[in-house]
């Protein structure tokens, strides 16, 4: 059930993002409701399988590699759907859903494997700081995909290109708007969930160095987004410069750790 489910969610998110991408085929607005529905269907089933996974392991889909990859593409697609419907602009998912598809097909392929999971109140606060983390992540891509668009949109316009992009593409200004209100909710999900980690370890006695490192790593990119944007008053062009190459060395990070260390923890 839970392969089965996921197939179908991966297989949404590219539908969806196929759908938005549809302006650069034809001269064409997107589907709003058709791209929208594509990502509903997508995070629904995706919603069954990590059901349907917790009840066969007993076990919320938090701990170990598989689970809780796919957890994260679920909260990353559930926020983009949550921006696309109060936007009513599409064209995030483009890049926001195949971001979505790609752990949830890492999940399946590494398997879907429980890890140990802590009780009572040790449990709760171990849940609190994943599922913070994994929002932040997920606003961070979120600013990430705007800064990227806003990008290639300026360099067409620099060019005096006015072609699919131009039709497809939300103005500067709204993805300027979106990369900051994205990048202040990364930085906020982030940096409480790097808090309760901290503490977490310190609590418990339990630190894994590379799972600091990776937490670290994701935090200061955010935070150099977030707080430049508030303290600094970066510029658009800056901020989506910061965005895309910080959430790409996030990722970079990620899979040095995985790489260097394959069994890192069941967290990393």
Do not use: C
């Given at each position: 059930?839970?392969?089965?489910?996921?197939f179908?969610a991966?297989?949404a998110y590219?539908?969806?993002?196929?759908?938005?991408?549809?302006?650069?085929a034809?001269?064409?607005n997107?589907?709003?409701?058709?791209?929208?529905?594509?990502?509903?269907l997508g995070?629904?089933?995706?919603?069954?399988?990590?059901?349907?996974?917790?009840r066969?392991?007993g076990?919320?889909p938090?701990?170990?590699?598989?689970?809780s990859l796919?957890?994260?593409?679920?909260v990353?697609a559930a926020?983009?759907?949550?921006v696309?419907i109060?936007?009513?602009e599409v064209?995030?998912?483009v890049i926001?859903?195949?971001l979505a598809a790609?752990?949830?097909?890492?999940?399946?392929?590494?398997?879907m494997?429980?890890?140990?999971?802590p009780?009572?109140?040790?449990?709760?606060w171990?849940?609190a700081?994943i599922t913070?983390?994994?929002l932040?992540?997920?606003a961070?891509?979120?600013a990430?995909?705007a800064?990227i668009m806003?990008?290639v949109?300026?360099?067409e316009?620099?060019s005096?290109r006015?072609?699919?992009?131009f039709?497809?593409?939300?103005?500067?200004?709204?993805l300027?708007?979106?990369?900051?209100v994205?990048a202040i909710?990364?930085w906020?999900?982030?940096?409480?969930?790097?808090?309760l980690a901290?503490a977490?370890?310190i609590a418990y006695?339990?630190?894994n160095l590379?799972q600091?490192?990776?937490?670290?790593g994701?935090?200061i990119?955010?935070s150099a987004?977030a707080?430049?944007?508030v303290?600094?008053?970066w510029?658009?062009?800056r901020?989506a410069?910061?965005?895309?190459y910080g959430?790409g060395?996030?990722l970079i990070l990620?899979?040095a750790l995985?790489t260097?260390?394959p069994?890192?923890?069941?967290?990393?």
């Amino acid at each position: 059930m839970t392969a089965i489910a996921h197939f179908v969610a991966i297989t949404a998110y590219i539908a969806a993002a196929a759908l938005a991408a549809m302006p650069f085929a034809r001269p064409i607005n997107a589907p709003v409701r058709g791209v929208i529905g594509a990502l509903a269907l997508g995070v629904l089933a995706h919603a069954v399988a990590l059901v349907a996974f917790a009840r066969s392991a007993g076990a919320l889909p938090l701990t170990g590699l598989g689970p809780s990859l796919s957890f994260a593409g679920f909260v990353l697609a559930a926020t983009l759907l949550v921006v696309e419907i109060a936007a009513r602009e599409v064209s995030l998912t483009v890049i926001a859903a195949p971001l979505a598809a790609l752990p949830t097909t890492a999940a399946n392929l590494v398997g879907m494997v429980p890890g140990a999971e802590p009780v009572g109140a040790k449990g709760t606060w171990l849940v609190a700081h994943i599922t913070l983390s994994f929002l932040g992540i997920a606003a961070f891509a979120t600013a990430a995909a705007a800064g990227i668009m806003y990008l290639v949109q300026r360099r067409e316009l620099r060019s005096r290109r006015f072609g699919a992009i131009f039709r497809f593409f939300p103005p500067l200004a709204t993805l300027d708007r979106v990369n900051h209100v994205a990048a202040i909710a990364g930085w906020i999900g982030l940096t409480l969930g790097v808090v309760l980690a901290g503490a977490y370890s310190i609590a418990y006695h339990e630190m894994n160095l590379l799972q600091l490192m990776w937490g670290m790593g994701a935090w200061i990119a955010v935070s150099a987004l977030a707080l430049g944007r508030v303290i600094a008053g970066w510029q658009a062009r800056r901020a989506a410069l910061i965005a895309a190459y910080g959430f790409g060395a996030v990722l970079i990070l990620y899979v040095a750790l995985r790489t260097a260390a394959p069994g890192a923890g069941q967290f990393l």
